[in-house]
Nanobody
Framework: QVQLVESGGGLVQAGGSLRLSCAAS????????MGWFRQAPGKEREFVAS???????YYLASVKGRFTISRDNAKNTVYLQMNSLKPEDTAVYYC?????????????????WGQGTQVTVSS
């Protein structure tokens, strides 16, 4: 059974940092593209970052330079280091995985999803 489990969310003041982790199980994900999405209250889920099996990385423009995505294939885990957090980064953050070469920023491309972890940034 394929499972993605996020952790590392919490409450942090503006300007602070958090590191999210996504542990995958059920099979090897080294050949998948792994992504992070987020959904703020009253808004649609949006793409945040993704990392391919080949190391290709994409970021949402508003997080570029503040967030860093990485992966450890030996641990079947993907990370999202979030620095200089802003109140507008407040959302539930979801990890996702796909073997598809479809549009990387579209949630429809991803086949597997975690349950999400809450990130709250206070001003």
């Amino acid at each position: 059974q394929v499972q993605l489990v996020e952790s590392g969310g919490g409450l942090v003041q503006a300007g602070g940092s958090l590191r999210l982790s996504c542990a995958a199980s059920g099979r090897t994900f080294s050949s998948d593209r792994m992504g992070w999405f987020r959904q703020a209250p009253g808004k649609e889920r949006e793409f945040v970052a993704s990392i391919g099996w080949d190391g290709s990385i994409y970021y949402l423009a508003s997080v570029k330079g503040r967030f860093t995505i990485s992966r450890d294939n030996a641990k079947n885990t993907v990370y999202l280091q979030m620095n200089s957090l802003k109140p507008e980064d407040t959302a539930v953050y979801y990890c996702a995985a796909t073997k598809s070469s479809g549009v990387t920023i579209s949630e429809k491309t991803y086949d597997y999803w975690g349950q999400g972890t809450q990130v709250t940034v206070s001003s």
